[in-house]
């Protein structure tokens, strides 16, 4: 079973801080993507990374996606409380069907003013 | 674009009762997802329907959960007999090709 390790689990940052959190797994993705969920809301795609190595920017937002495809790292400049939200990651399996993503269980992030 | 729609948004049950959920996706969009979302877990995929076939059902519980895609629109999730355990927000998501989806607000089914 293919699983995605995301850390920290809770994150708790005042305006202004820099953060970086985390996708592990010991396997190998074709692709992965970034998405953020607000409370009573479905997840929104924010990125997809396909390369081993790829850096994908998204405002104050960068994207890493590993040598070995097996993991990835959001990091996040300057955080604002418009950033709080769940971020999750997820991974689609080399040769899996379209559906088979596989989600972590996310990093929940909140940014006080 | 309007995106994807989803009701009931709550829906609270006894268990042993049936509920079921609505999903309209985007115009278009031939791949249609359900996912149920326990908290403080990452969304799971239950079933993808092509258009109105079955492409991945290997997740739902089949005993109690039941989905269908008759035109290859509009798709209907069912769960009978509830369990305390479906407690969960359960996701409608769409998409074109494989490049990303783009999910509903959820429906958040609470069984007592």
């Known amino acids: 079973t293919q699983l995605l390790e995301q850390s920290p689990q809770f994150l708790s940052i005042q305006e202004g801080e820099n953060l970086t959190v985390y996708c592990n797994s010991s396997?190998?993705?074709?692709?992965l993507q970034w998405y953020r969920q607000e409370p009573g809301e479905g997840p929104v795609l924010l990125v997809t990374v396909v390369t081993g190595g790829e850096v994908k920017k998204l405002k104050r937002l960068t994207f890493q996606f590993g040598d070995a495809r097996k993991d990835s790292s959001l990091h996040i400049t300057a955080a604002q409380p418009g950033d709080t939200g769940l971020y999750l990651c997820a991974g689609r399996a080399p040769g899996g069907s379209q559906g088979n993503l596989i989600f972590g269980k996310g990093t929940k992030l909140s940014v006080k003013p | 674009e309007a995106g994807v729609a989803q009701s009931p948004r709550y829906k609270i049950i006894e268990k042993r009762q049936s509920v079921a959920f609505w999903c309209n996706p985007i115009s278009g969009h031939a791949t249609l997802y359900w996912y149920q979302q326990i908290l403080g877990q990452g969304p799971k995929l239950l079933i993808q329907f092509q258009n109105n076939g079955v492409v991945d059902d290997s997740q739902l519980p089949k005993d109690r959960f039941s989905a269908e895609r008759l035109k290859g629109v509009d798709s209907t999730l069912k769960i009978q007999p509830a369990k305390l355990e479906d407690s969960a927000v359960y996701l409608c998501a769409s998409s074109r090709n494989t490049a990303g989806y783009t999910f509903g607000s959820g429906t958040r089914l609470t069984v007592v």
């Open positions: 396997s190998v993705f074709s692709s």
